[in-house]
């Protein structure tokens, strides 16, 4: 009788963005300047810009029609500095990467 054994899947979650939020991967800063400058991690500032991975279904207005979203999965994005909600490390299946969740009005500009 052949014996099962258990395979270690990878633990990823998919992260479903409600109403008009968004998930972002944000862009990391580069660490070294084209002048050769090394910023260190305490004088780098927040990211600003990401890519959208996840898009909500949009904001339900007054009369309960679903207003559709600005942006789309794969937007490139510039959003305000200190808005949305950051996601554990980790939830995603991925430690190194940062991600956000923000509301579709914290969206400055799209990145063409």
């Not at 270690?8 to 944000?26: C, F, H, M, N, Y």
């Not at 991690?41 to 959208?52: H, L, S, V």
């Not at 554990?88 to 923000?102: A, H, K, R, T």
Request: net charge positive.
């Amino acid at each position: 009788m052949p014996v099962k054994t258990a395979k270690s899947k990878a633990k990823t979650a998919k992260l479903v963005p409600l109403g008009d939020r968004i998930l972002v991967k944000q862009v990391k800063q580069d660490e070294v300047r084209a002048s050769g400058l090394v910023i260190p991690d305490t004088a780098r500032e927040k990211p600003q810009m990401g890519e959208a991975l996840a898009v909500g279904p949009g904001r339900l207005d007054d009369n309960g029609k679903r207003l559709p979203m600005d942006v789309k999965v794969g937007d490139r994005v510039l959003y305000a500095k200190y808005t949305g909600q950051e996601v554990p490390s980790g939830v995603l299946g991925s430690e190194d990467e940062e991600f956000l969740i923000l509301r579709e009005s914290d969206i400055l500009a799209k990145l063409g």
